[in-house]
């Protein structure tokens, strides 16, 4: 049993935070106040610096989840009168396709299995057949599986094809590096309360400058529209509608955590020795990862359904939230499986208190084997 | 000056807020955990009770602002085969104007000046004359001047003759009171960060029942889109993207407040007796206000600007910050003015300590009278 009144949250997101970053959410600021004012300038730059794009991008954040951002992202960027590539490998690549037909753009898709990334020649190959493509679109890590797909090579592809590339970086960023500077990417996108370990409610989005400059007016929504909103930061540092104030304040405070932690790579070594505890802690009582360890992020981790009768998800999940752990209930893959995160203000204590639930669980609800 | 670290907000919002609904944030919640489904469950029970639209409407809260639900409800609602009447008196009603546009609502404006509500009987005229026009739009608190405009006479006309009746109550709702069960309205239009003295980050509409269940996949935006949003509530009690968990629970401890308040009478009666002693006080400085009491909300108040030359609006507002009171710095009216909110967690006591800031800063600025 975890000493803590909450339990801990195994989850791709929302993510068990720092005691600090939920400290910074005591503050009320006037949304239009200088104070404020600085504190939406300071984040702006620090997620702009954090992905090496200070020379050449603008970060832009917006109110609500990840989605909201990725739809804006798609709404005032794309090209109606060209076509769009999706790249789709898991739900939030199907997500991204559905989004591009409902904003009325072209759209053709390259699908792969769950736990197959694209292959940036036949990538290539397919860009070179349909010169009408103006844009390629990749889920970095796709929560549905966890698996990593391969950015860089993905974005020299692409970039040596003459094409855009905008990546929802919603599940990596933060925890994996991205560089701008190396690798041509028109818009990245990501959330307050994923590797960041900030609480949920402004997604963002790092967008090329001279893209977004070009993009005035081809949103289809006022909420969304990241050209109007940008606009908006640079007249008088404000946003246009009621930001959430202390989310921006909780994420400033989260940023410093990242600071104090050596930055993306200290996250990158945390979250990948939670990784490992988990999948070897949980492997020793049976499991066995969808994924093999080349293409597993240290995001979130599928396991295979254990083949044990005795093993019930739901049961399974209420034990362990009993014992102060909460993994994910939510099933995206083909397979049957189940998901842990190892990402949030967790750490090795944490995920090694977690197998001991786990195993502990198991006895009281007789499961012999967590093996597939 | 204020004993207390940060000023406080007298502004339309965001605003001070309590500390039990702040502490509130402390937790992290799984966001399809029980805990955090039986949360969103009753906080969709109280808004929709708060407004006696329980035999009738429901609540469907929405991450963002609360524009993002204003043009949620337009694009999820409104029928584009029919006209959209909007009341304009003031700038939220252009924006509603604006967004109607952008949906491609077919629409028609009233508009009368910022200190002039709307004429029920000449909206009933021009409904008669335009069968054309299915449904009316209507701000109820313009905080632009902070009229409060006459929500009971026009919804009767508009139900008298057959059409729909939206409410943008951001302003309003939480304490002024609304009865859906005597005034017929189709959907109300709210956020977390106005009367209900929550944080930003949440918007809601409580709407009908049965014109929401004939509203599906009529929406421009995946995200904004109220009909799929309600629809995930009702499949599983989940939040279809990743809902802002700290900005509900905050939500939750509010309207805690909100009930210890003695409801919406209580808040009302609080805001009243702000309101009058702002009026009163900056009134023996000098001050007037734009509008006569009868069409002033107890939310915000605008005052004719100072006459005096030793007045300028930067200083004037620096002044009051250095003493811990943040006035709001936006002016939206066409008279020159600047705006004084009376709302979240302010008393009596604050607004007394208010005023004795600005005559002290008066004294120190060397400004004579705040006459216009």
């Known amino acids: 049993m975890r ?44 997620l702009t610096t954090l992905a090496r794009g200070a020379d050449s991008h603008v970060s832009v954040p917006l109110q609500g989840s990840g989605t909201y951002a990725v739809e804006a992202t798609l709404g005032t960027l794309l090209d109606r ?66 698996i990593l797909n391969p950015l860089e090579s993905i974005a020299s592809v692409v970039a040596a094809e003459g ?5 929802d970086a ?33 997604g963002f989005a790092v967008i090329r400058r001279a893209r977004l400059e070009a993009s005035a007016g081809k949103c289809h929504s006022l909420s969304l529209d990241l050209h109007a909103q940008w606009q908006g930061f640079e007249t008088n540092g404000q946003w246009r509608f009621t930001p959430p104030t202390h989310v921006l304040a909780a994420l400033d405070a989260a940023l410093d955590g990242l600071d104090r932690e050596g930055g993306v790579a200290g996250r990158f070594a945390r979250y990948r020795e939670n990784c490992q505890i988990l999948i070897r802690g949980l492997g020793s009582l049976g499991a066995r990862a969808l994924l093999p360890e080349t293409l597993q992020a240290p995001i979130i981790v599928t396991f295979r359904m254990p083949s044990d009768t005795a093993f019930q998800f739901e ?4 034990a362990l939230g009993q014992r102060g752990y909460l993994i994910y209930p939510g099933k ?6 189940f998901r842990v995160g190892c990402i949030g203000h967790v750490h090795a204590a944490d995920m090694a208190g977690f197998v001991d639930a786990a195993r502990d669980v198991m006895r009281t609800l007789r499961i012999k084997s967590l093996a597939p």
Chains 1, 2 share one sequence.
Do not use: W
């Open 163 to 167: 094409r855009g590339l905008i990546v």
């Open 81 to 146: 009168s060209r076509k769009t590539l999706v790249l789709v490998n898991g739900a939030y690549g199907k997500r991204i396709e559905r989004l591009c037909r409902l904003i009325g753009a072209p759209t053709t898709i390259y699908e792969t299995a769950e736990d197959v990334p694209p292959d940036p020649a036949e990538l290539g190959q397919r860009l070179r057949a349909d010169p009408s493509v103006a844009d390629v679109i990749l889920v970095h890590c796709e929560t549905t599986s966890g």
């Open 3 to 46: 000493n803590n009144p909450y339990p801990l949250l195994l989850t791709p997101g929302p993510l068990t935070t720092a005691p600090e970053t939920r400290a910074a959410m005591q503050r009320d600021f006037g949304s239009r106040d200088e104070a404020f004012i600085a504190l939406t300038r300071r984040v702006r730059e620090r």
């Open 332 to 337: 995206l893959t083909g397979v049957d499986s």
């Open 315 to 318: 049961k399974f999940y209420a």
């Open 170 to 202: 919603m599940s990596s960023f933060g925890a994996i590096p991205i560089d701008l500077r190396r690798t041509p990417i028109d818009a990245l996108i990501a959330s307050s309360n994923k590797c960041l370990e900030a609480v949920p409610g402004l």
